[in-house]
């Protein structure tokens, strides 16, 4: 029973090796085609480039009436300019008519300027009567009237490969007329739960056991982070039956995600199993909460073991899991969360040189600043830490703790 | 044709006045029962109260031996302790061992405490042979040890109506065995582009036309802030032809939301319909961009008709629509967007006091401070000017402008 702790981890990894370890194994997963309006948070699988200028032609941006700047010069109210009205543009129609000096054309917003024109005086800043326009004002050349291409000029890389798409982006991919883009294939996951103690909401609680809290939470969070979830179990201590839903999961899953099962205890057969079927590629980080995790490859499918308290697995799931869901993605960004800067309410000390730090805090706004308060906290189980919490900051290895008033940046968790 | 200009807004309301006014006539929605690993992103529709405690007894937090705080006393590594073995309890199982002093028994992180313990001694801390433990570290009571309820007290209110739900929420729940939870019912809305210009993407541009974004971009929107689009739509600006969809929408949908044809030009139709069928709540909104907004109301559904140039519809929806759906999902917060606090990398004046203005502007981290640098636009038709920003610096309306190096608060794009 004791020899399973000689497969243990003897020394810890930094979360930067790990990290560089298990990249160097990745691959990009290939592209799909989707339609543009259904490609919300998915990724870019391509640089686009437009092909064609926006906007696509001269428009008015204002009501009005197209003009020459030169028959404005020097009207005011009190000196209106006037001239002749030969026709109207709408928005969606072009026009045939030419203008020439003491012609103006009634324009609306959006619509093509005509030839001859060099500016739009707004209606607000006109008066007509029988055909007759009196300009109120002077303009410029060039003023009211947006250009071709002076958004975007034709041949422009307009967004890049790796983008998470959002409505922003997708308008833009719209308004160049893509009704179709390349986007990322989403990686199959498969998240477990592993441990005798667990129960599945919806059943009665039995001494000694809690409700498996773990699944859901790591399944939701693959979707923030762009994958699919195949798979959601619970799995009893069995060397056998993890053994076989390893083997089973790895065969249409790209990623096999296990909380608990993982550190030294009698029954942590999971670094056993991996041992046995594939490859460790690292057993032990050098993080609090997360210092058990398990990285392990077999055949194409990448397997972490996250240990089984909730708070370690949510913050292993940020700093491991989420960056590989992201990698594998092509996302030029793999840690997507937002990052506020505050100032720490408190000294927070460390107790162990050696470590990353996790620590959770709560986003105060006083007088135009943004505190950061840590969360009193009992252990990594404690769930309520992360729901009362907005994010977490993180202490670097080397630091003995942080000052209270220290500027820190907060990693908002992902949303 | 001139005469549509009479019902235009001669006077601005301010952004709260209209929101105050929009907000006091919204209803919640119903609430439906859903599965809970399944609410990511949903509104909680009601407070949720824990029946039981958390953890429900008390555990153990590491891998070891339970035992009797007062056994440990003294001892070091060159004065152990020794105490016998006389069992092992597992995770989820439980025990009728009673332990006494001189004693200890087997522990593994989450099994349940046994009676007589009152701490846990790490396994790293001891040594066992023959049954016979060595313990090398001395421990006050309680240590390693999670007692019931640490987390979370029966009786006690864990998440409040309103909550939207993310992964950390759906494990608390999870947690405390809630397999079903009441969420509010997402609201049904309508996405219509009005203009004669608008060509969907797919098809050949025509000269004087463009592609339609607008209701690719809202749609999405909308998704973010928890709504349910069931009806995207280009329609001609043609009275009759907008007029049946506003009624034909009204039927189906709780809210509606046009973009284009809400200004004072000649095609600008929407204004008269609302003023026929329904009421007119507010036209005309003291914000740049965004000022031609109209707000209306028809028997119980919401029309929102927003300014045709993209980034106006945008920000238009951010401060407005969205901020409506919340309220009807009965959010606790109404605005979701992120804020973050930064310096701003030039001056900005604004072109005219008393309108809200809304800046544009894309963060960077230079040595550990966040700068807001300010996106230079040509117009609010320009959609790159989004994709190329991080989020919004508002300007409040009694400002000349905001000065270079002020601290100010960006509302960062949705997510």
Redesign the interface.
Known sequence: MEKLRKIGFSKLTSLEDALAKLFSRLTLNDLEEIE??DA?NRVLGENVISE?N????DRS?M?GYAVIAEDTFGASPKNTKKIKLIGTI?????SNLILNHGEGI?I?????IPIGANVVIKIEDTEIENNEISLYTALAPRRNI?YAG???NQGTQ??NRGTVL???????????????IKVSIKPKVSVFAS????I???NV?E???????????????V??YGGIVVR?ETVK?DKDVIKKKVIEASNDSQVLIFTGGT?????DYLPEIIHETGDVLVHGIAMRPGSPVLIGVLNETFIFCLP???VAA?VCFLQIVGPTLKKILGCTTLDPR?????NLKKDVPVSSLGFLHHLRVKLE?KE???IANPVKL??S????S??ESDGIVEILPHLEGLKKEE?VFVK????
């Open positions: 543009t309006q919300l064609m926006i906007p696509p032609f941006a009501d709408e928005i969606g129609e072009t009634r609306s917003t959006g619509a093509p947006s002076e958004d975007i307009i967004l959002k409505p922003e982006h997708i308008a833009l991919l719209s308004s160049l007329g893509f009704v179709k441990g005798d103690e667990l599945e909401p919806g609680i001494p000694g056991k809690i409700y498996n809290s773990n699944t859901p939470m790591i399944s939701n969070l979707k923030i959601g201590d550190s030294v205890g009698t029954k089984g308290t909730p949510y937002t990052k506020v800067l505050a706004i135009n600043q943004i009992k252990g189980g404690v769930i309520s992360l729901t500027k908002l968790f992902p949303k």
